[in-house]
């Protein structure tokens, strides 16, 4: 009994929050087709088409009720199960159309003068709340969305005789549902009483309603705004954050962006093992800025400034070890000089410009100063003095003949080589250096003489003859 | 005088009266080579020469007539002239060398063979007699089988130089020997 006491008290609350949602516009073809009362006439806004671009309607759609812009639909008993097609063709369908032309002219059923601008402009064709569901299929016994109701068959534009755009309820155009839109609705819901207002008494237009309470009008959110009414009580605001909080755990947010007047978008969460980088700890940072470089923290560089590090892999073969080298300790050259590093002394005054006497040149060497000193003419550059086997030498005056040069022998280094190098060893007693001796210049002169006898040619063939004659003769 | 020989209307055939004419000349024979030949042969050596110097004064004739001053004409004068004479009587091309003082004359692609050299060299002793007035004597150097040649010399060289030939000394040596034995 309780149970149904509670069940009874969630429904009626329900059904009130419904009952306060916005009603949708209904096609009057749909109106016509269904089994439903139509609603009493009101201020109809129905536009005019032209009178010859507009095709006539059929009959029925003249003797039916005029259409209408704002029409709910009426109030039902419970039935306890109202098929598809018992809601959309009890009636008889409309005749196929014919399209007749008339005689006369057509008299086009207009709006009334009275009707408002504003009353045209606030039909919204596309609204953001989609339609209220009807009483029928309210009452079904499995929750349904209030917005399931399929067309049969698709709204003819020749139908609609307003010019109102149809609202279609086909699966082309899937509505956005919003979260309080979504009712579930049980088998306990169609036992319940009818609401207390019915949708006929809602006003969307300018005109004011003064049988109505001020309180409903204020807690009625504006037809384009997607904002829940306020909770009554605290087990209804309660019952609906439980709600709202269910709702949003199942629910998928959609991936595209949103238009711009749909609200806030949530974000979408990222995979896991995948999140945003972490804001550096400032304090750390400046810690370790003013650690000394020495300390604790100067060679383990932080996660931060490691990054992506690779670890490589160590060095494949024989592990290698390396000696350490001794210590270079260099010896002091002088114990009296100050040791200094990388420099070196120079050696002592005592050693310079002298050497000592008794070394004697190679004879070798002696050779080829002296063939220098005769290819330089230089006789100021003196031998040093060697007192021991030559006597010194002295410059004299050059001789103007040939000496001779006796040496002991002759060699010849290489004999491939067009300029070969003769090494004169002088003997060892010689007395006296070798001398060089120069072959003196010859003037230019004929080596040969050539002499080409000529012998003169006749000028005439009576000269050959006479000597040719003359052959042979003594 | 004209360097270069013309033979145009050299010879001048008369078929109404059967005779072949020399320009500048008498009556010509057209007789077959091997005939003249046999001729020749069966001739003694001073009736041959006496037949070629004949033929040869005659070309000397014919020669001085078409250079006027002969003894002042070049080498290729004469042997332009010369040589043209000898051609139209088919005798063959007429050469000319000379080794330092001596004068050697030839003939090439003669058809008389080597049976017609004794011919041959009549008909240059005809031809120097005649047109230069000079006593020479031809001396048979060498022969091949396209050439001939022969020395104009003098009869003291000729004596000399055959003797040379004879004994079996070289053609080259004997112009040698005497160009040596002329000079010294």
Redesign the interface.
Known sequence: MSQDVQKLQELLTRVQRNAALPRTLVSPSLLQAAPVQAAPVQAAPVQAAPVQAAPTPPRAAFEAPPAVAYSAPAYTAPISEIREEQVFFDSAPPAPYVQKFPSEPVVQVSAPLDASVDDLLLEDPFPSVPPAPSYNDVLEEEPIPLVSVASPRPIDHDDDVSGVVAISFGEDQPEELLEDDIVEMTSAEAELPAPHHALDELNFGDEPMDDKPADSIDEEPPASSSRSRIAGTMDEALARAAEQIEMEEGREVPLKTPPPESGPQAATGLPEGIHAPLPPDIEELLEADIMPSGGVHAAVPTPGQLGQTIDLEEARGPSLELDQPPVFKPEPLQDDLPSEELEVTLPGREFIGGYQDGLMPPPEARQELDAHRQRVGDDSLLPPESGSEYPSQQPHAPTSGFAPVMPSSVTTDSHSERVSMVTVDAPSNVEFAPELLARPDINPSPVAKFIRIE?P??????E??????????? | MSLNFDPSYALEFDFGRGQIRMANAGERVVVPCDALLALCQGASEDAVRDFGRRLGTEAGRVMNDRLGE??????E???EHLGGELALMGLGSLGLE?W????VLSFSHSPLGWAGDLLLGSVLEGA?QRS?G?D?VAIKLMRDDQKVRF????R??????GGWLSQGVPWGDVLSR??T??AS
Do not use: C, E, Y
């Not at chain 2, 002969?70 to 080498?75: E, H, K, V, Y």
């Not at chain 2, 330092?100 to 004068?103: I, K, M």
């Not at chain 2, 003291?156 to 130089?161: E, L, T, V």
């Open positions: 012998v040619r006749p000028k005439t063939f009576m050959l003859l006479d000597s040719s004659l003359a052959l042979g003769s003594d | 002969a003894w002042q004409a070049s080498l004068t004469v042997l000379r330092g003082q001596a004068l120097m230069f000079r020479t020395l104009m010399a003098g003291s060289g000729a004596d000399k130089a005497l160009a034995r002329g």
